[in-house]
């Protein structure tokens, strides 16, 4: 629930004021402050959108999902490699998807995939954090974040892309490794950078957001009244703030407000003003309408929207698990792409689909034993893929490559920092912004990413 009185967070730092455009060039272009305001002043002429102007659409695939089973087969491969299901072609020529993602496979002309993404590391903990952040931090022993999440950092730096939206918003059950919200969070940001919960199933009658009724017995004229009087209690309180509390949580609470008295969110979140044949479409499931709520979430103004889809940890029954799975997320992100595109949203909304990690390459003969002994696939952190569309990126493009038993990049390795580096990029954020951590220690939100220049259109 988004409370009008936040819970304080233990730990809190002040941003670092300095401006993240620097005199003289940028630190991942290599442009000048004048080359870049001028940039601006002509995006409107290429009929693309300004970094400014772009949101981020995550689909989290909690769990882990098989790189040989989605975007990265082996065909050729013996058979405990090769795995269960076959390969089909796609719209580009050479590139094959499985079998169960015949409509990712028809839109490959629209997307690209990195095929060579590693960080090594099978901790399920560790890997979503590592995922999530750009940065090694948590683990099965430490569980709490370490880092914020990208999600935190845009809405900090970005905020929402029009006024009485949430910056921020996780949905349809936000968690990480069943951790709430997980590396999905804020860390030392604070609370007021989390994501707006919209837990819930979007294809229930009943579905809404809670978080945005007025509470009983309470009118607006009583709520600007405690907003008011919140207001002067805060500024006493900012006057002995050192450590930056009060910036997150006036945030948290001047967003409450905004949203419980405004009427935009509520707007964006309903999806009975849909045609229901769009919503056949997506599928009439929580998965579905999940990606269908995320595209009205953009579209109304929040910048950046997660999606977390559990159940790919398949150590067992890999297969059957599979044709489970893989034709509901299949159509999901498939119509949310071609809806955007449709729309003309695709060019300023980014859509990333990934988990923590990969699977082993060799299939497992045992499954989990005693419990389902049917074979599966185990973690694996050296080799994974994602889907990256929109938001300026290449379409039609492979990056990188595994090698030929999907066990370990054979070309072009791409780590986790380097992917938030590149989506900080399209969003005109500068990586070397630092922010001061538990400790008071600046930390730049890139660590040491490097731009993947073949995913820039």
């Not at 402050?33 to 995006?43: E, F, M, V």
């Not at 860390?187 to 978080?211: H, I, K, T």
């Not at 949203?345 to 045992?366: D, W």
Request: hydrophobic content about 40%; some cysteine.
């Amino acid at each position: 629930m988004l409370e009008l009185i936040s819970p304080a967070p233990r730990n809190c730092q002040r941003f670092n004021r300095r401006g993240f455009l620097k005199v003289g060039c940028l630190g991942w272009g290599g442009l000048s402050l004048a080359d870049l305001l001028r940039a601006r002043a002509h995006a409107g002429d290429s009929g693309r959108p300004a970094a400014e102007d772009r949101s981020v659409i995550l689909i989290w695939l909690d769990g882990g999902p098989p790189q040989h089973e989605t975007y990265d087969p082996k065909p050729e491969a013996p058979a405990e490699f090769r795995g269960p299901l076959r390969a089909i072609p796609t719209a580009l020529p050479g590139v094959r998807f499985s079998e169960l993602l015949p409509e990712h496979a028809r839109l490959m002309g629209k997307l690209s995939i990195i095929r060579s993404m590693y960080h090594d590391n099978a901790d399920h903990y560790a890997a979503a954090h590592w995922m999530l952040t750009g940065y090694l931090g948590s683990n099965a022993l430490d569980l709490a974040p370490q880092y914020p999440s990208a999600g935190s950092i845009i809405a900090k730096l970005k905020g929402a892309r029009r006024a009485g939206m949430p910056a921020y918003v996780g949905l349809p059950y936000t968690h990480s490794v069943g951790i709430v919200p997980g590396y999905h969070g804020a860390a030392y940001l604070g609370v007021g950078y989390n994501p707006f919960v919209a837990d819930g199933d979007p294809n229930s009658e009943g579905y809404g957001v809670p978080n945005l009724a007025i509470p009983g017995g309470v009118n607006p004229s009583r709520l600007d009244g405690r907003r008011g009087l919140l207001g002067s209690f805060d500024r006493a309180r900012r006057d002995v703030d050192a450590s930056g509390l009060m910036e997150g949580l006036d945030r948290f609470d001047q967003e409450a407000f905004r949203l419980v008295l405004g009427d935009a969110a509520r707007q964006a979140f309903d999806l009975r003003k849909e045609d229901p044949r769009l919503r056949d479409r997506f599928g009439r499931h929580q998965w579905g309408q999940s990606a269908l709520l995320a595209r009205r979430l953009v579209e109304a103004g929040v910048r950046f929207v997660t999606l977390t889809f559990s159940g790919w940890d398949y150590h067992s029954s890999l297969e059957s698990g599979m044709k489970n799975v893989l034709p509901i997320l299949d159509r999901a992100v498939a119509s949310l792409i071609s809806d955007l595109d449709d729309r003309g949203l695709l060019e300023s909304t980014i859509v990333l689909v990934m988990g923590e990690f990969g699977r082993t390459p060799r299939m497992n003969t045992t499954g989990v034993p005693g419990v389902d002994p049917v074979p599966g696939r185990d973690h694996w952190g050296n080799v994974m893929s994602v889907l990256a569309a929109g938001g300026g990126f290449a379409r039609g493009r492979v990056i990188g490559s595994s090698n030929a038993k999907g066990e370990v990049p054979k070309e072009r390795p791409v780590r986790p920092q380097d992917l938030m580096v590149t989506l900080y990029r399209q969003l005109g954020i500068d990586p070397d912004t630092s922010f001061r951590n538990r400790s008071g220690r600046p930390i730049p939100i890139g660590s040491d990413g490097q731009v993947v220049q073949e995913l820039i259109g």
